[in-house]
């Protein structure tokens, strides 16, 4: 595609449901991140692939939360048990090479409010 | 991991230089320096990007001394939609991938 790709833009949840957040990187892409942003904050680093590989995940808050991105492409970062602190912006960016510094091109965002 | 220390907010008018200064006194040999603008309800737009002495491109120019424990992101003539927040960033390379650490960023408001 012609960007970086989240879905859904929105998405409020009841406290302990499960969520889903997706994101589809630039055609081509091998490394793709997800980060976590509150309001007013810089981006929280969550973690990282180089193609399907997930290289890093060493900012994941707990383990409630995984990704995984099985295809190389497309990548899922769940939410298991949500909790009202889990409320954020989740971006996700893709950048075309890995093993070097390379720009990354950053999604729109997922608005995840826990209720 | 390198930390970045950069001012929390700078204000300017229509029309001048705008110079954001960001420290990183513990960067690392393989480390590159990049900065990020980030507008309201937006992700993160990459701006530059350099190692070291001078990068220019169309929207800014990147000045690193030798030491590299510093950088300065320039901005010429800037204008009402330059507001935004600007990130410095020093990139940890890992195996087939790029860590990059976000601080808090300088938040820089023209006026008219």
């Known amino acids: 595609g012609a960007g970086v790709s989240q879905s859904p833009r929105y998405k409020v949840t009841k406290r302990g449901q499960d969520v889903a957040l997706r994101c589809d990187p630039i055609?081509?892409?091998?490394?793709l991140y997800w980060y976590r942003q509150a309001l007013g904050q810089g981006p929280e680093f969550l973690t990282y692939?180089?193609?399907?590989?997930?290289?890093?995940k060493s900012g994941l808050p707990n383990d409630r939360f995984s990704a995984e991105r099985p295809e190389g492409s497309i990548s899922t970062l769940t939410i298991q048990r949500t909790e009202q602190r889990d409320s954020a912006m989740y971006r996700c960016a893709s950048s075309l090479e890995g093993g070097r510094n390379t720009e990354a091109f950053f999604g729109q965002g997922t608005r995840l409010t826990v209720v | 991991l390198a930390k970045t220390t950069q001012p929390i907010s700078m204000d300017s008018y229509e029309g001048q230089e705008v110079n954001i200064t960001c420290s990183h006194n513990?960067?690392?040999?393989?480390?590159?320096i990049t900065w990020y603008q980030q507008f309201p309800s937006q992700g993160p737009r990459f701006i530059i990007q350099?190692?070291?002495t001078k990068v220019t491109n169309e929207v800014a120019s990147l000045f690193i001394p030798a030491d590299r424990k510093s950088s300065t992101l320039s901005l010429p003539r800037v204008s009402l939609s330059d507001t935004a927040v600007y990130y410095c960033?020093?990139?940890?390379?890992?195996?087939?991938?790029?860590?990059?650490?976000f601080g808090a960023g300088t938040r820089l408001f023209v006026k008219a």
């Open positions: 055609s081509g892409h091998v490394s």
């Open positions: 692939f180089n193609y399907e590989a997930q290289q890093d």
């Open positions: 513990n960067i690392a040999t393989n480390d590159y």
């Open positions: 960033l020093v990139g940890v390379p890992l195996t087939g991938g790029f860590k990059t650490i």
């Open positions: 350099g190692y070291k």
